[in-house]
């Protein structure tokens, strides 16, 4: 499969009125040669997203969803637990993604996870008692449609070249 660049204009006219319709985009960042490695973060304005791409390094793909993801959202307590399972049928995968960035020395990252069950899903939620999460069904993220696109982060050359990720 081959990626458009992240600086490709097209692209990012669309990140930019997917942002203004709905208020918001959240976007995976998977990065190259880091086994595994992905972050999921919330922009609200496009502003933050681009200058988010820029600081990214070479080869980092860059997936965008249009429509409003982890819509259960709040801060982390018996009651937002219960109505977490009642909105993810169990044995769908479920994302939850921390709202406010976790910070170690100079790197900072909003803590995700994922798994299938509820008990999984409570077991991490009760990790996070008091912490502001959002909550819902696994993005479906690997073909581009009309509500998912993805771009890849350019090398200094200009040139698109996908990662292993």
């Known amino acids: 499969m081959s990626y458009v660049s992240s ?15 709905n208020g918001e985009v959240l976007v995976l960042f998977r990065y ?3 086994a595994g490695c992905k972050d999921f973060e919330f922009f ?11 600081n990214l390094p070479s080869r980092t793909c860059v997936t965008v969803f249009r429509n409003k993801q982890l819509p259960w959202r709040g801060t982390v307590n018996a009651e937002f637990i219960s109505g977490a399972a009642a909105t993810v049928p169990n044995g769908t995968e479920w994302l939850v993604v921390c709202l406010q960035a976790t910070t170690a ?11 299938e069950s509820h008990t999984e899903l409570q077991e991490e939620l009760r990790s996070h ?14 073909m581009d449609n009309e509500v998912v696109i993805t771009a890849v982060v ?3 050359d200009g040139s698109v070249v996908t990662g292993v990720y």
Do not use: C, M
């Open 7 to 21: 600086t490709d204009i097209p692209y990012q006219k669309k990140v930019q009125s997917w942002i203004e319709a």
């Open 105 to 115: 020395g100079s790197r900072s990252w909003f803590h995700n996870s994922a798994g």
């Open 129 to 142: 008692l008091g912490a502001s999460v959002a909550v819902g069904a696994y993005p479906p993220w690997l």
């Open 154 to 156: 350019p090398e200094e």
């Open 44 to 54: 609200q304005s496009f502003e933050a997203f681009q200058d988010r791409v820029a």
């Open 32 to 34: 190259h040669a880091a």
